[in-house]
């Protein structure tokens, strides 16, 4: 999600960097997803024939089912790397202006579809369970709720926990669930994952109990501390 200045959100995409807001996410496993490939353009190049290839396939995208939620999740993907090749530039000439546009409208309205369609998939009082979805489905739905309106899934933090504890997700994935619901209630973040940009800059959310975070952040797998994750962030000029 990208909100107008001064307050912006990172648009990153939830497979690459580890642990950022709204797009951050823990290390993929070796065998993740795999990234829709480009023999023309490279992946992350915003251009022309980029943004139609992923409108095209935007519109062949049929409602959400449990046999396409790692297409919706991949095509997410893409989009947010090409905001992102956008976003690092800084300043964009008037095609290129219009490209994030369009990148933003598909990211927007999709999104939402997603979302929505992922919650009316999802069992009640429960995660997906084995049966339902493999290790890539998991982690696809997991990408569309993260970048979904977590404003609306307050209350999923236990079944998302529970997933963890079961192997259906990661630990670390419930940790920047359970973060982003922190920061959107205005309470503490128990895991430090959650990142705004305001003003070009990086704004870190309060956590709880900053002498143990690093501890906490350990039991997940996260492998860099508090300091060193917020240095690598501030480091990458995300925000610029």
């Known amino acids: 999600m990208l909100l107008a200045n001064p307050l912006k959100l990172l648009i990153v995409p939830l497979l ?10 823990a290390p993929p496993p070796p065998s993740q997803e795999s990234r829709i490939q480009s023999e023309q353009k490279p992946l992350n190049v915003a251009s022309v024939q980029s943004v139609k290839e992923l409108e095209q396939r935007y519109a062949e995208l049929t409602t959400l089912n449990l046999g396409n939620i790692s297409i919706a ?7 947010r790397r090409l905001l992102a090749s ?6 964009l000439t008037m095609d290129e ?9 598909l990211m927007g309205n999709r999104g939402q579809q997603n979302f929505k369609e992922l919650m009316e998939l999802k069992p009640m009082g429960r995660w997906f369970n084995s ?21 609306k899934v307050l209350d999923l933090v236990p079944e ?12 670390q994935q419930y940790a920047l669930f359970a973060d982003r619901v922190a920061v959107v209630r205005g309470e503490p973040q128990e895991f430090g994952s959650q990142v705004n940009c305001v003003n070009g800059e990086p704004i870190f959310p ?12 350990k039991e997940v797998g996260m492998s860099k501390t508090l300091e060193e994750y917020q240095q690598e962030i501030t480091d990458l000029k995300m925000c610029k």
Not at 206 to 217: A, F, G, K, L
């Open 16 to 25: 690459l960097i580890p642990t950022l807001v709204g797009c951050g996410a």
């Open 86 to 91: 956008l976003q690092n530039k800084g300043t």
């Open 206 to 217: 309060p956590v709880r109990d900053p002498n143990e975070i690093n501890q906490r952040r």
């Open 73 to 79: 999740a991949e095509l997410d993907q893409k989009n």
């Open 131 to 151: 049966n339902e979805l493999d290790p890539a489905g998991h982690r696809a739905a997991f990408i569309i709720l993260q970048h979904g309106d977590i404003s």
């Open 160 to 171: 998302i926990k529970a997933a963890a504890e079961s192997g259906l997700l990661s630990k």
């Open 97 to 105: 202006e219009a490209l994030k546009g369009r990148l933003l409208v």
